[in-house]
């Protein structure tokens, strides 16, 4: 019979269906990312509430989030309150509130990396509220058709162009330190 | 039929469709207060869609409107279900920007009518109870008494049936803003932002007459500071007395079972007999008489009703769940619907004698009766209380706490609770953990679920989760008792005098309103932790509804409700319950009066100015943390036209738009200095209309810094400042990045961070600005000295 | 401000509050028709949600909502998306079914507000131009002139003045039951269906005020069989001068154009000027002088306005596609905006005058302009019309037949413009011949494709799939004119007086009326096919709307339109176009009328009794093949209520809810023969209230079969089932198996299939019924002698 | 990047995504039909009107319904007007509005087949207007928990729990004999 939500890559939240266009989510993941990561000119990573307080294993999100940042050269954008905790490792974070980077990033001539031309053609998105982040992700895939967006967080994404699938924390360890692995 | 003596009443559409021939003629009819030279009449009295469509537009061009799509699809029609990704157009040629619009539009709509539907069925009830001339006086202190009608309808109602009319007006336009949803109707995002704005002005036209309406007749506090303390929380009602639980809004039937109590010799609530509710209703029957309970806000429902202490339920409207009436028939409690727009499928009851009624609820023929007729409910309620109290006792549908393991052990640990939970709570974890023996996890989830109920929709195993979490929580549930204020309604014209000023200075670092639903991301109790430190710091703090309850859930160190802390005026550093939902135009009408009371503007059909002044002068902010319905999306759209801004939670951005500037787009956030004409650059102040935070946090943060305002002295703006900085560095752990377009001049300066600011700003290059202090106004035609 | 003379009015909602208390006593108020004594106030004058409750329940409990859900998910609150796949609850604690009523009842409070702001926005006009006083007067024939607000509001309004309270009363129903689909409010199928047909019968009475209020004061024809034809089709407009195109409904400012012509000497449309409109306005143009132009139905809107004919293009509202204005700007013509529910983001540029706007226009400084004055569109349309002719012969978005195959050649043949075409249609197939040089596929799609555009959207390739489509009919398009009745509006008395015997009593074996939008499944032809099938055999067929229009599309072997070989009346055989949307209710009317004027049964305030009349004796059935708006939804609706069956095509499945009967559950389809208070099985008469059709052949069988009634003679019966039989056996090729529960007597079968019939119903088992005739009724309290 | 609508199992008008219960559609969908209609104690076969318009290989659709019904013994609804085929084919079709056939399966008592006790448990859709179809099967699908359902249509249909992909008339007619050869 057919069933509610085969669980790796449906919409990670029940209810969750946008319509149509929904996130790839290949089983290669943390390699194909990678590569778009690499190529991207510009890419951005936003981070959000619960890179402060999910931990893997004894390690919290954030540094994995510095981490990815720092292979790729990458600016963080700090969402919500989580500044603190990048100033505290001393990564400078810009702090913005999501919708406000969000906003923004619909402007093709915006940037938050003054040392590199705008748009940010990559935009990946680590530790926001599974449903606060989705309808960003929304807003982008509508209205910034000059950049993709990849979600790193352990739920499937529909709203973004590429989302791991839904998995647990083993899984996305895996997936997370995979992904930096191919950073290079 | 009585013909009514005195002068001919015209109704107000008339009016409206003479005074386009009329515009400038003062109008004198009848007993409308029309013919008072109170005021001369302003530019839009009773607008429609068009009238302020300029003004909307302006701001707007500021307050762009930001869009997140929470469907790529339309399904309004038969042509659909359409897709509208990224700009593909519909069949009818709509594309997801407009359609998103469309929808704001089409909630905002919903949620003005529901208001108004209710003022109306209020009104109608309370006019045959206490007749058209019965006059509106909100005693000595309000001689303002409905800024909003005044601004908006340019008219001065004097008595119950002339609210009439101002309901006449609502319903007209409420139509035709629906009208424009149709397919192949507006087609344009920004006109359909407009019809959001006049149907968000609308709704607080509405809910001010339906508060008013309630207060003058029923003898609510009028305004009162001091209004008393009152229970709040499951815990406060005496278990062992039968309990009558209101749920809803309209609080015409629970005011008649407490008039029946009385009349038939039962005393006052809480003595025979428990009357109790849930949600806005509750504020309202506390607002009559503060004997009555408050159970809490609609997230209580579910694990209210399923405790079994309720022996008749009683239905009004809005805020209902859905399956009152299952969860209800379940543990055996009689429901009453007793309001037209929420008949549950229930026979009509009404023109049975009460004691039919009874007997056909005690012995359970049926699931509930609706009755139309408010007095006759009070009876019934009553009466059936009685008779099933002892009857009813052992039903329940939370299981005890030692059932627990066993109901949680079928539990395969599919995930699937917690994949629609809409919070992601780990029900999954706690589930599993309580199969094995460990309820705690399961308790911990007590206050932070929102009782929706969906998680146990999608267990297979069909596990009550929420009732495992409910029974887990038991000890708390059953005892937590907690003090709120009751609903003072207005705010007092003596108030106003004396804070209009330093508000508008500055001085008092603003306004903060905490208002809307129960779709709270983290526990409720945060809104109370939020609201105690802004009243702490000096902010006046109000609060209404739901919010209203969540405030009164949070303990100080010293394990006191924020209520018992803070003073109730509209005060610097007092802490304020206005009331139930509709009384949150008593908020947005201290903004207006500000304008009228203290800077003496007109109000009279002249909403553009008080707009332009409130959003450029009166430092004030809403705070909808777990907003939800479609009514918090008017209410908070109503705020915004007024010129006030708004915080959501996170869940809000699924209200699909927000109202977001760009200060680095320097033009859009100039304004006119009245006195000379010229452009000023006035940075971000306030920087958006409707905002989401993520965390309380950042709430918190975004709360002190949407407080300022350019008229602000720079000694306010140093206040308002202090707080900004403070909260920024506490929670975000340096100086925000925006200070050098806030410090205008040096004396704006937090003394407590001086030297630290100084040093941040040089390092940015920042310079004085040129203007510091300036009459601010995005009106051209108030500028008293023209531009040469 | 003038104040009126005349003795004081009163807003009915005070009457009807008063009236709660004075139910039985006679309402004399002012000059509302009220003090007269035309006939006794039956129960429900201005009924509330509640006051026809009864009544609906009571025919739901035969013909049952039958639910298809269009979408499992929720997403009206911040609480969803919530899954509510079968039977699941969302967080609100609502189902599937419940919700799926409540999206009902939105479209029909969507559906009637439209009608009712355009009744307002119409009558504000109007009481502005011609005077409060101006009497509703429709002619010597017509003395029963607005039955639907007789019947539902208990009074007879005799001014344009009036209206406004019949208005304020649906205005406020409105607003009641919008209210009613807000979060937490509503919680049964069935309450929620009660309000949505409540929301229908709302409807037409706003449509009835809509149209009368036109009608007396345009002069259009007054229920004229006889009502001219007039023209319709691209090829009806001479190019080669300066045209004007209205599109939508509310035909203020149209009018305004006409008289503009006049006013400036350049006679009537057509002469100096073309004068066409898209949509129900063209109807109303049309009506008004027959020299008007009538393109088409929504469907020809996007390949008209991108032909380029247009010079300018005016909008009203409603049935406007939202890409009018972008894609009016790729052809260069100007637009106008000319309603508040419709501006489209463009500048108000009302208090411009006329020259300048008309400058701004023609130099396309804008791309349109908003004028919220209708004499001045109308000035300002003609002038830019006759500036823009000589400019902009050369625009249009169509291609040219030589560069279709160009156009097609980058197609991949990746089928996403087919997947997107809400009728599946080989666009793939077309687009991918025409690559390959044959365009006669594409050309094959021109009758069928409904112009909404969603291929073109979904090409990757860009290509403009329907302007391909358009460009390979080109000779059709250009040149296709056809013949149309012009709308003769309400039906006369003296009509009803010649058929209402024979209705009743079935020897006109029925009433079919056909409207509805242009969402049809074949080509809109089909529509006349049908329209001509029925007139030819008797029935009397009317039409509104898009469908009246595409009924001239449809030619007989003769190259006749159905127009040209019937008459005009509401009588056998002939077939009437009532007029635009807002006509509708003219056909519920006939048979409102049917009840007062043949069987003399009281109207006032007695809607129950009319509408049990209605579904048992008056045997009328709409048919909106093409359904699709919310607009038509609740009109639908309004006709369910009143007691008329009505079928829809397959998209109308969309509409989420169908009224369908179970005829096997004999209980259910037994009514009371007044006469003695038995209860008689009747048999399908009718099976069901909403059905959906596949295909026209279904649909034209359903179309007779729902005609049959209870009260039919055996002659009538015998002349519906040798309707319903014949095309039966021509479609399905059989006997209908529900023959022996229609046949109730020999006298019953028809004569041309006597034999076959009677060994068909020996085969069966088929006993006579003990009752063939009777005087039904589902009202226990129309019984006149009590059952024992 | 992600796209619009992957061909084959995803529905087949762009905008008909009804929520997070969508059709299988298996590999070895003939073989697994086959074996689900013979378990079913009561299928029922419902037709529309592309059975007297598409033509595969100059075979009409309706001789492939009556084939498979006759395999399985199993009553045809024939809906809309489209008995008249069935008559001129001699087949005992039952005639029924989709709606009216859809209303009663509703009904856990109905059976189309008096010589089995209700309910059905297994309904087939072959040839009904693609729209229509899917509205139909969403009622089944949320009304009718006592029943699965089937489709044999060129279109993937999210609303059935079982459905064919999106495939052209030649693959159709190999999937449709495929399944008419499991049939036994
Ligand atoms: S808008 Fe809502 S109801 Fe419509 S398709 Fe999307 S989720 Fe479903
Ligand atoms: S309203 Fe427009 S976008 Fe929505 S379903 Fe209808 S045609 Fe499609
Ligand atoms: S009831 Fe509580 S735990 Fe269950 S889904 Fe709702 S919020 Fe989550
Ligand atoms: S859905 Fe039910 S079975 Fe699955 S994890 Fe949750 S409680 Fe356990
Ligand atoms: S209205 Fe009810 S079902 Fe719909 S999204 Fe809100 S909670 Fe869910
Ligand atoms: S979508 Fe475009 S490319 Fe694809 S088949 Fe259609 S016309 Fe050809
Ligand atoms: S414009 Fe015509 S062909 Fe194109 S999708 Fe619409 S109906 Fe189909
Ligand atoms: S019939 Fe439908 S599409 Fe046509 S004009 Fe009326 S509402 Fe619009």
């Known amino acids: 019979m057919a069933s509610i939500l085969p669980s790796r890559t449906s919409p990670y939240e029940t209810g969750n269906i946008p319509g149509p266009q929904m996130a790839l989510s290949p089983d290669k993941a943390p390699t194909i990312y990678a590569a778009l990561t690499k190529r991207a000119k510009n890419p951005l990573l936003i981070v959000g509430k619960y890179v402060l307080e999910f931990e893997l294993d004894g390690k919290l999100l954030i540094d994995y989030a510095i981490e990815i940042a720092r292979k790729r050269d990458m600016p963080i954008v700090a969402t919500a309150h989580t500044l603190k905790g990048f100033l505290e490792r001393n990564f400078p974070a810009v702090s913005m509130g999501l919708v406000d980077i969000v906003n923004r990033l619909q402007d093709p001539n915006f940037t938050v990396d003054p040392r590199k031309p705008p748009p940010h053609d990559l935009v990946l998105f680590l530790g926001i509220t599974y449903q606060f982040a989705s309808q960003g992700l929304s807003t982008l895939k509508h209205f910034a058709p000059h950049l993709k967006t990849i979600t790193l967080c352990k739920w499937y994404h529909p709203n973004a162009d590429w989302s791991f699938p839904n998995v647990k924390n083993e899984e996305w360890k895996q997936l997370l330190e995979a992904f930096i692995k191919a950073l290079g | ?788």
Chains 1, 4 share one sequence.
Request: net charge neutral; proline share 6%; with cysteine.
């Open chain 2, 1 to 788: 039929m009585e013909i009514r003596k005195g002068p001919a009443r015209f109704s107000l559409k008339e009016l409206r469709t003479n005074m386009i021939q009329a515009k400038d003629l003062e109008v004198t009819i009848g007993r409308l207060a029309m013919e008072e030279e109170w005021e001369p009449q302003g530019p839009t009295p009773f607008p429609g869609i068009k009238d302020l469509r300029a003004w909307d537009f302006k701001f707007l061009s500021r307050y762009k409107p930001f869009y997140a799509p929470f469907c790529d699809l339309c399904c309004l029609c038969t042509y659909g279900k359409c897709d509208l990704t990224a700009g593909r157009r519909g069949a009818c040629g709509i594309d997801i920007k407009t359609q998103q619009a469309r929808i704001v539009l089409l909630a905002c709509c919903i949620g003005a009518a529901t208001h108004t539907a209710h003022a109306r069925h209020l009104l109608e009830h309370l006019l045959l109870k206490y007749g058209e001339d019965y006059p509106i006086n909100l005693g000595p202190e309000i001689e303002c008494e409905m800024p909003h009608v005044r601004l908006v309808c340019g008219i001065k109602p004097k008595t119950l049936g002339d609210l009439t009319y101002i309901l006449d007006y609502c319903e007209e336009q409420i139509v035709q803003c629906l009208a424009a949803v149709h397919t192949g109707q507006e087609g344009n995002y920004l006109d359909f932002e407009s019809k959001a704005l006049h149907m968000g002005m609308i709704d607080h036209v509405a809910m001010e007459v339906a508060d008013v309406e309630q207060i003058i007749t029923y003898g609510y506090p009028k305004g009162d500071p001091n209004a008393p303390l009152t229970e709040i929380g499951c815990g406060c009602v005496d278990v062992t007395k039968p309990l009558t639980l209101s749920i809803g809004h309209n609080v015409a039937p629970s005011i008649e079972i407490i008039d029946y109590l009385r009349k038939a010799g039962l005393g006052e609530p809480g003595q025979a007999i428990e009357v109790a509710g849930l949600c806005c209703t509750a504020h309202d029957m506390t607002r009559y008489t503060n004997q009555a309970k408050i159970i809490g806000p609609m997230s209580y429902e579910l694990r209210f009703i399923r405790s079994g202490i309720a022996d008749v339920i009683v239905l009004d409207e809005q805020c209902i769940r859905t399956d009152a009436v299952e969860e209800a028939w379940r543990v055996k409690t009689p429901v009453i619907a007793a309001n037209e727009r929420a008949c549950y499928g229930l026979p009509d009851l009404t023109e049975l004698p009460v004691e039919a009624i009874v007997n056909k609820l005690v012995r359970r023929e049926i699931k509930g009766a609706a009755i139309f007729d408010p007095e006759k409910v009070g009876a019934v309620a009553v009466l059936t209380a009685l008779r099933m109290q002892p009857l009813r006792k052992k039903y329940k549908a939370i299981p005890d706490i030692d059932q627990i393991k066993q109901a949680a052990s079928p539990c395969t640990f599919c995930s699937k609770c917690r994949r629609n939970c809409p919070w992601d709570l780990p029900t999954d974890e706690a589930v599993n953990a309580a199969k094995h023996g460990n309820i705690e996890p399961l308790a911990q989830l007590y206050d932070r679920c929102i009782g929706c109920g969906r998680c146990e929709e999608a267990c297979p195993q069909h596990i009550p989760v929420h009732s495992l979490i409910v029974a887990a929580g038991e000890r708390k549930f059953k005892t937590e008792k907690f003090k709120v204020r009751v609903g003072r309604g207005p705010i007092l014209d003596t108030e106003i005098r004396e804070v209009g000023a330093p508000i508008v200075l500055g001085e008092i670092p603003g306004v903060v309103a905490y208002v809307g639903c129960a779709n709270w991301p983290t526990p409720m109790s945060d809104v109370g932790r939020m609201a105690y430190e802004f009243a702490r710091r000096g902010y006046i703090v109000t609060s209404t509804g739901c919010s209203a309850m969540a405030i009164a859930f949070y303990k100080d160190e010293e394990g006191r409700s924020p209520y018992e802390v803070f003073g109730g005026g509209f005060l610097r550093g007092e802490l304020s319950n206005e009331g139930s939902c509709v009384a949150n135009p008593h908020i947005s009408d201290a903004c207006i009066k500000i304008a009228y009371i203290y800077a003496r503007r007109n109000l009279r059909g002249n909403y553009e100015e008080i707009a332009d002044y409130i959003l450029n002068r009166v430092g004030a902010c809403g705070v909808a943390w777990g907003a939800m319905s479609q009514k918090a999306a008017s209410i908070a759209t109503g705020f915004n036209r007024i010129g006030v801004p708004v915080i959501v939670g996170p869940q809000g951005l699924k209200y699909r738009r927000l109202y977001l500037g760009r200060v680095e787009d320097e033009e859009s956030f100039k304004v006119y200095d009245a006195r000379t004409g010229e452009r000023v650059f006035v940075g971000p102040a306030p920087e958006h209309l409707v905002y989401v935070a993520e965390t309380v946090e950042e709430c918190m943060v975004w709360t002190a810094k949407l407080c300022i305002r350019p008229s602000d002295t720079t000694k306010g703006r140093m206040i308002k400042l202090t707080n900004y900085v403070d909260l920024y560095k506490k929670f975000y752990g340096k100086l925000p990045e925006d200070l050098p377009m806030l410090v205008r001049t040096e004396a704006d300066i937090p003394v407590t961070f001086k030297d630290e600011i100084m040093e941040f700003l040089k390092a940015k290059g920042w310079q004085p600005h040129p203007m510091p202090s300036i009459d601010p106004t995005m009106l051209e035609r108030l500028i008293r000295v023209k531009r040469v």
